[in-house]
Each structure stands twice: as structure tokens, then as C-alpha cells.
């Protein structure tokens, strides 16, 4: 029996070598190296005493987080409606539909609609306010990255609130809880841990976004996922790419570690 475990599992360790450790491995030597190919520790000396870097570092950060705390607003309430609804798998589908989309065909999708001759300043020469600057803006990024990360939020969140007990809530209830009560001390608490997969699930790809800081942002919103794609594509300092992307490997670590679940000793969940 322990054969045939063993057989089974070949293909997942040959995936994992092939398309997790080895590019990492690969991103973590090639750090080590400038763009004369010579090895160095110059690259990790330039990012941490580059003001420019460390703001871009910052800047990531903050936008993720802007990103998640917008999703999260929005998903929280969406997921708990999605769960009381009859329908609710249907509308979950209609919510997850637009992840079949490319990226790409979303934010071109974006800039006809952005742009000055678009859909949302037709609607606002309607209502009287007159064309405005839509398109590449911080906001109009953060709307867009907000959009694209919903369903990926929506997710764990809607199958946490699913999975809940209802006779929980009642006794809360019962008990002469208010709403905002039987919330904050029953519904929010037990349905935390869909709430980390959700931030988990949005601000780890939120860090590294680049397609949108351009297309969307029109370069006003710079992140390490733009200086990334600018050392690899254009300065081809391939060293220097690597050494931001080991940095946000190790962000995206830390947040997973920051949000993951948690045991007690004897395999109790906090």
C-alpha cells in the first residue's frame, strides 16, 4: 500500500521540483550576480540603500493593502447575502464567471470604459458633471485591481459564512444579542479564517501587480512588480530583477505566515 502512495505522489514532487523549488532556486542564484554576470553582493546593497527601491517597497505595500481592505468591503457583505440567498450557487457562478477572462481583454475592457469618450464620462455628461480624468489615476488603478480580486475574496469568505452553524446565531439571538452583536462576537469570529484565505488570496498577487500599474495607472502608480518587468525586459539587469523578486518572495511569506491558520498544542485551531 505504501508502494502505491509513494507511485502517486511522483507526479505532484516532480511538479513541485520542476515548477516551484527549481524556479526559486533559480530567481535566489541569479540574485547573486550583476549584469556583467560577475557574483555579487552589490544588488541586495543597492536595494536596501536605494531610497528609490525602499519606496517602491512601500508603495507595494500600501496599494495591496488598499486593495484588500476595498475587496474586503465589498466581499464581506456580498458573501454573507450570496449565503442567505436560494439561489446561491448560481450567483456564485455569475461572480466567478469573470475570472474565466483574460486579464489582458479585462483592462482593455477598462480603458474603453475609462477613457475620455467612454461609457463612465457619457454617464457623467448625462447626469451634468462633465467629462473628468478616469483613466490613469490611482484610483481608476485601485478600482480595476479591486474588481479583478473580488471573486478570489468572495470565495473563502462565502464558503466560511456557508459552513457556519446556524443554530450559533440563533442562540445569540435568543440569548437577546443585537445584530451587530451576534456579528461581531459569533458570525465575524468563526468565519476568520475564510477572511485570512481571502487576504491571503488578494494581497499576496496584489504586491506584485505590473500589466495594471501600466495600463490602468499609466505608470503614476509604481510598484516592485513595474521594476521588476522594467530590469528583466528592458535594462536586462536580470541580477537586479531577481534580487526585488527574492524581497517579495520573502513579503509574500511573511503575510502567509502573518494570516495563516494557527494550532494550539493537542491540534486545537485558535
Given at each position: 500500500?505504501?508502494?502505491?502512495?509513494?507511485?502517486?505522489?511522483?507526479?505532484?514532487?516532480?511538479?513541485?521540483?520542476?515548477?516551484?523549488?527549481?524556479?526559486?532556486?533559480?530567481?535566489?542564484?541569479?540574485?547573486?550576480?550583476?549584469?556583467?554576470?560577475?557574483?555579487?553582493?552589490?544588488?541586495?546593497?543597492?536595494?536596501?540603500?536605494?531610497?528609490?527601491?525602499?519606496?517602491?517597497?512601500?508603495?507595494?505595500?500600501?496599494?495591496?493593502?488598499?486593495?484588500?481592505?476595498?475587496?474586503?468591503?465589498?466581499?464581506?457583505?456580498?458573501?454573507?447575502?450570496?449565503?442567505?440567498?436560494?439561489?446561491?450557487?448560481?450567483?456564485?457562478?455569475?461572480?466567478?464567471?469573470?475570472?474565466?477572462?483574460?486579464?489582458?481583454?479585462?483592462?482593455?475592457?477598462?480603458?474603453?470604459?475609462?477613457?475620455?469618450?467612454?461609457?463612465?464620462?457619457?454617464?457623467?455628461?448625462?447626469?451634468?458633471?462633465?467629462?473628468?480624468?478616469?483613466?490613469?489615476?490611482?484610483?481608476?488603478?485601485?478600482?480595476?485591481?479591486?474588481?479583478?480580486?473580488?471573486?478570489?475574496?468572495?470565495?473563502?469568505?462565502?464558503?466560511?459564512?456557508?459552513?457556519?452553524?446556524?443554530?450559533?446565531?440563533?442562540?445569540?439571538?435568543?440569548?437577546?444579542?443585537?445584530?451587530?452583536?451576534?456579528?461581531?462576537?459569533?458570525?465575524?469570529?468563526?468565519?476568520?479564517?475564510?477572511?485570512?484565505?481571502?487576504?491571503?488570496?488578494?494581497?499576496?498577487?496584489?504586491?506584485?501587480?505590473?500589466?495594471?500599474?501600466?495600463?490602468?495607472?499609466?505608470?503614476?502608480?509604481?510598484?516592485?512588480?513595474?521594476?521588476?518587468?522594467?530590469?528583466?525586459?528592458?535594462?536586462?539587469?536580470?541580477?537586479?530583477?531577481?534580487?526585488?523578486?527574492v524581497v517579495l518572495i520573502i513579503a509574500m511569506?511573511?503575510?502567509?505566515?502573518?494570516?495563516?491558520?494557527?494550532?494550539?498544542?493537542?491540534?486545537?485551531?485558535?
Amino acid at each position: 500500500m505504501k508502494k502505491y502512495n509513494a507511485f502517486y505522489s511522483v507526479p505532484y514532487v516532480l511538479w513541485l521540483l520542476l515548477f516551484v523549488i527549481a524556479p526559486l532556486v533559480l530567481i535566489v542564484y541569479q540574485s547573486f550576480f550583476n549584469i556583467s554576470g560577475q557574483f555579487t553582493l552589490s544588488n541586495y546593497q543597492d536595494y536596501f540603500g536605494s531610497g528609490t527601491y525602499l519606496r517602491m517597497t512601500f508603495n507595494s505595500i500600501w496599494y495591496a493593502f488598499i486593495i484588500t481592505l476595498v475587496t474586503l468591503l465589498i466581499s464581506y457583505p456580498t458573501a454573507y447575502w450570496l449565503s442567505q440567498t436560494r439561489h446561491k450557487q448560481l450567483w456564485l457562478l455569475l461572480i466567478i464567471l469573470p475570472t474565466w477572462i483574460n486579464l489582458l481583454l479585462k483592462a482593455y475592457a477598462f480603458i474603453g470604459i475609462f477613457s475620455q469618450a467612454g461609457a463612465a464620462n457619457r454617464f457623467f455628461e448625462f447626469i451634468g458633471i462633465g467629462p473628468q480624468q478616469i483613466l490613469f489615476t490611482k484610483s481608476s488603478f485601485i478600482f480595476v485591481a479591486a474588481y479583478i480580486e473580488i471573486p478570489f475574496m468572495i470565495l473563502p469568505i462565502f464558503n466560511a459564512i456557508d459552513e457556519l452553524n446556524p443554530s450559533l446565531v440563533n442562540a445569540s439571538r435568543d440569548l437577546g444579542a443585537t445584530n451587530w452583536q451576534t456579528f461581531s462576537k459569533v458570525i465575524f469570529p468563526l468565519t476568520l479564517n475564510g477572511v485570512k484565505a481571502g487576504v491571503q488570496a488578494v494581497f499576496i498577487p496584489s504586491l506584485s501587480l505590473f500589466m495594471l500599474t501600466r495600463l490602468i495607472g499609466g505608470n503614476k502608480v509604481i510598484t516592485l512588480g513595474t521594476a521588476i518587468e522594467e530590469h528583466f525586459l528592458v535594462t536586462q539587469n536580470w541580477g537586479m530583477g531577481s534580487t526585488i523578486g527574492v524581497v517579495l518572495i520573502i513579503a509574500m511569506v511573511v503575510i502567509m505566515f502573518a494570516t495563516g491558520e494557527r494550532r494550539k498544542k493537542g491540534g486545537h485551531h485558535e
